[in-house]
């Protein structure tokens, strides 16, 4: 339990449904997710905890909390356009844990975001998610996907090199419970003027494939989250994408629209 509460530190977690369990009726935005990668470290819950909201709870498989990169390339269109504007595809790499919410929901919470486009840094950081520009790049060839991330500033500021080697298609393509609970994931938490928010995702299910780092230099990475190296050869998965329909935020509590500002 956390000391003065009746809430516990961690929740072992059923893996969520290969398929969202809710839909996203009135999109604010269409998202396209390609060629990401998912690598994936288990932690102590008690290293996590620090990390999380208050109302959140970390949510744990096989006893561990987890910690995932995932380098993509992002397409980003608003409803009803049929082409991606120009300036709205661009590299990202994200850093997230697993989280219950203060209503029992699964989600994501993330500890870091970087992307390239500085107009989406500053649309999002004002939601409240943790994103910061950076020189990217994403290349897929030769069978392999490379993902690379530089500060902009001072040398400290995140970063990655990241080589990914893709092997054989999971059977179910979704993958087994593990692999569920690192991947189908259907809604992120973020904070904004104070209030735990809950922004749902729909997508169709994930085909995944069983991969190895070829190269993984993530230090960098972590330092920023205020989370040690992660110890050992990450779980890899890598997949085609998926296009998502990213709905809009809620209160984490009730699941209905934040109050106007």
């Not at 288990?42 to 995932?68: C, M, N, Q, R, Y």
């Not at 397409?75 to 209503?103: C, H, K, L, M, Q």
């Not at 085609?240 to 209905?256: E, F, N, Y």
Request: aromatic share 10%; proline share 15%.
């Amino acid at each position: 339990m956390t000391p003065g509460t009746d809430k516990p530190r961690s929740l072992e977690s059923d893996p969520p449904p290969p398929e969202a369990p809710h839909r996203v009726c009135v999109p604010v935005n269409i998202h396209h997710w390609d060629n990401i990668s998912f690598l994936h470290w288990p932690f102590d819950a008690d290293d996590i905890a620090p990390l999380i909201p208050e109302e959140t709870t970390v949510l744990t498989h096989g006893g561990k909390a987890w910690v995932s990169v995932t380098p993509f390339f992002i397409r980003v269109r608003p409803p009803g356009v049929p082409v991606i504007p120009p300036g709205w595809s661009f590299p990202e790499t994200n850093v997230r844990t697993y989280v219950a919410g203060p209503d029992g929901r699964e989600g994501l919470w993330f500890l870091r975001m970087e992307v390239t486009a500085a107009w989406f840094v500053a649309t999002l950081r004002a939601t409240g998610l943790p994103y910061v520009r950076q020189r990217m790049t994403v290349d897929a060839g030769n069978q392999r996907m490379a993902y690379a991330s530089k500060p902009r500033g001072r040398p400290s500021e995140g970063g990655h090199d990241i080589v990914v080697q893709p092997g054989e298609q999971l059977d179910p393509p979704e993958g087994g419970p593990r692999d569920r609970f690192l991947t189908a994931r259907w809604g992120a938490f973020h904070r904004r003027a104070g209030m735990l928010l809950f922004t749902p995702v729909e997508h169709p299910p994930w085909t995944l494939y069983a991969s190895s780092a070829e190269t993984c230099e993530v230090d960098a990475l972590f330092r920023d989250t205020g989370l040690p190296t992660p110890v050992g050869p990450p779980v890899v998965h890598y997949s085609p994408g998926v296009k998502v329909k990213v709905g809009p935020p809620q209160l984490a509590a009730t699941g209905s629209p934040p109050p106007s500002e």
